[in-house]
């Protein structure tokens, strides 16, 4: 089991670009989780999907953020345009709905720094 | 009320001592209680959980404490390790596959 697959891993961009992150689930898993870190604010969860359906995109910040998982091996969260304000790390997890979908499985997340 | 509030921020505890790590919460709909390991540079990791039928669950050194009169449950380490050094996250949910509400974590560091 290859875990839950993030890329980049550090992703290093000038405010105003767009950034895309990506993140491919465990195999099988059937809900999946885009969440933030930061210091301050700790792990905040952004949005999440199920069977590859948006369910809560509550915890997106703002509009310049969107989230898309067109197929159940693919999800990418993309941030356009970036400020120096969303540099964090950002976690994809995973989970399967048959195993009650409690228990999740974090990727090594991606460091976004935003200059 | 979906708030998970962990305490204290960060921990410093002698090898071979007790780390604890206290979380409180106010949903009272909430039925499910992990705890979180993460090291630098990975995604945290679940370490263990707790439902509310019973009021402490043992892995090896590692125990869950809980108290749902007050709402609140902890995580004992005993015997810490310099490898248990690691930020520790608490987190909530209810069943139905609703996502976890974290804790803002614990940074802990055990010192030989």
């Known amino acids: 089991d290859a875990g839950v697959i993030q890329s980049p891993r550090h992703e290093v961009t000038e405010m105003g670009q767009e950034v895309t992150l990506r993140c491919k689930p465990i195999s099988g898993h059937n809900s999946l989780f885009w969440y933030r870190q930061t210091m301050m604010r700790g792990l905040e969860l952004l949005i999440y999907?199920?069977?590859?359906?948006?369910?809560?995109d509550s915890g997106m910040p703002e509009d310049r953020f969107s989230a898309k998982m067109p197929n159940a091996s693919f999800s990418t969260l993309k941030i356009q345009p970036s400020e120096p304000r969303d540099s964090a790390v950002y976690f994809c997890?995973?989970?399967?709905?048959?195993?009650?979908?409690?228990?999740?499985?974090f990727g090594s997340g991606t460091q976004l720094s935003v200059l | 009320q979906q708030q998970v509030k962990q305490s204290p921020q960060s921990l410093i505890v002698q090898k071979g001592g007790i780390s604890i790590i206290n979380c409180a919460y106010e949903?009272?709909?909430?039925?499910?209680f992990p705890w979180y390991q993460q090291f630098p540079g990975k995604g945290p990791a679940l370490l263990i959980a707790?439902?509310?039928?019973?009021s402490e669950k043992k892995e090896g050194r590692f125990t869950i404490s809980f108290n749902k009169s007050a709402k609140q449950f902890s995580l004992h380490i005993m015997d810490s390790q310099p490898g248990d050094s690691a930020t520790y996250f608490c987190?909530?949910?209810?069943?139905?596959?609703?996502?976890?509400?974290f804790g803002k974590g614990t940074r802990l560091s055990v010192i030989a």
């Open positions: 949903n009272t709909a909430f039925d499910y």
């Open positions: 987190a909530a949910t209810f069943s139905g596959n609703t996502p976890l509400v």
């Open positions: 707790i439902r509310p039928d019973v």
């Open positions: 997890a995973s989970s399967s709905l048959a195993l009650g979908g409690e228990k999740l499985f």
């Open positions: 999907f199920n069977n590859n359906v948006p369910i809560d």
